[in-house]
């Protein structure tokens, strides 16, 4: 389970994968990438933790991700915290992953609205994944 709320970006990416990236694994590796290199961009050291999905700042992750692929066309994608209300996530347990924590850039100190984390999020994907944005 997770929760989507104001103050996160939310991006659910519609790409063709074929011919040349019919490989889900890659894929979320990718997005995780976006997400490290645009928290990068704010001088917050993310990073992968092995055998977990999204983008994680010490235990805390910082953009989850939840994809689909049919036909490798991708639908879904992640979400990640800017100035998200991080109270809902203790209702839960966020992504089913227990003894770990939700962070933001809000609680890391980075005054950053979200709509510049989106920009920068679009600019990310699109050279990670080799795209011209229109």
């Known amino acids: 389970m997770t929760y989507h709320g104001p103050g996160q970006v939310v991006g659910y990416p519609i790409l063709d994968l074929s011919p040349d990236r019919c490989d889900v694994h890659r894929y979320v590796r990718d997005l995780e990438e976006v997400m490290i290199r645009t928290c990068a961009d704010y001088g917050v050291a993310a990073s992968r933790v092995a055998g977990m999905t999204g983008a994680w700042v010490g235990d805390e992750k910082i953009g989850a991700i939840g ?68």
């Open 67 to 134: 994809v689909r692929i049919a036909r490798w066309v991708t639908s879904h994608g992640f979400a990640f915290n800017v100035t998200t209300d991080l109270t809902p996530f203790s209702l839960i347990v966020p992504c089913g992953i227990r003894g770990r924590g939700v962070t933001s850039l809000d609680r890391l100190g980075r005054g950053v609205i979200p709509a510049e984390a989106a920009e920068r999020l679009a600019f990310h994907l699109a050279v990670v994944f080799g795209r011209v944005i229109g």
